[in-house]
């Protein structure tokens, strides 16, 4: 099992991380953005996964994989409560294709 707290500051990181974390969920996404995801890349050990949660979006994912982002916690924005299955894989079909290009894979 992994343990992957939501910080929001790079002194949450580093008390997570000496605390056992193995993942960091930078959470809010929205908020921290990209540059701060460069930022702490800078500063926490490349083996760390850095994990954006929280205003991700399928046209977003590119800058962060940039800035040296590992993975994207989804959650409201794959699925909300009573959605239907058919939209969320709509949903989810829309976050695979933007990780592809995000990757600059061929799609």
């Given at each position: 099992?992994?343990?992957a707290?939501g ?17 960091l ?15 702490w890349?800078?500063?926490?050990a ?15 994912m ?15 924005a794959?699925?909300?409560?009573g ?10 079909q ?8 995000a ?5």
């Open positions: 099992m992994s343990c707290p910080v929001a500051t790079p002194n949450e990181a580093f008390l997570a991380l000496k605390n056992g974390a193995d993942v969920k930078m959470f809010p996404a929205e908020q921290l953005g990209p540059v701060v995801t460069k930022a890349r800078a500063v926490i490349k083996e760390v996964p850095l994990v954006p949660v929280g205003g991700i979006s399928p046209d977003n590119g800058p962060f994989l940039t800035a040296g982002a590992n993975g994207f916690g989804l959650g409201s794959l699925y909300k409560p959605q239907s299955a058919e939209v969320t894989a709509h949903h989810a829309l976050f695979i294709d933007g990780l592809a290009v990757r600059g894979e061929n799609r």
